[in-house]
Nanobody, 114 residues
Framework: VQLQASGGVLVQAGGPLSVSCAAS????????MGWYRQAPGKQRELVAM???????NYADSVKGRFTISRDNAKNTVYLQMNSLKPEDTAVYYCSASRFGRNYWGQGTLVTVSS
């Protein structure tokens, strides 16, 4: 499974941003898809996850601001980020699981300026 995320951007605090990640290769039986992020000097953390059936899970820090969705026909997962804060600045990684194995995208840098 290969994951290709949209490019990183610089956005002002309070603004919206949408990122996407498309899976290719062995895409049959992809289960959970999600987004993680890693800020400088911090560990990678879960941002949001969505099952193949559409159930979602969010980090407390993004609940009410971020929305994850997926298009199974396009094997693509989306993350709509609203009301961005400087502390949301991080490299965002998309992920996908298949037969118990996790796959990672290359990471996309999101910078939120104050």
């Amino acid at each position: 499974v290969q994951l290709q995320a949209s490019g990183g951007v610089l956005v002002q605090a309070g603004g919206p941003l949408s990122v996407s990640c498309a899976a290719s290769g062995s895409i049959v039986n992809i289960n959970d898809m999600g987004w993680y992020r890693q800020a400088p000097g911090k560990q990678r953390e879960l941002v949001a996850m969505i099952t193949r059936g559409g159930s979602t899970n969010y980090a407390d820090s993004v609940k009410g601001r971020f929305t994850i969705s997926r298009d199974n026909a396009k094997n693509t997962v989306y993350l709509q980020m609203n009301s961005l804060k400087p502390e949301d600045t991080a490299v965002y990684y998309c992920s996908a699981s298949r037969f118990g194995r996790n796959y990672w995208g290359q990471g996309t840098l999101v910078t939120v300026s104050s």
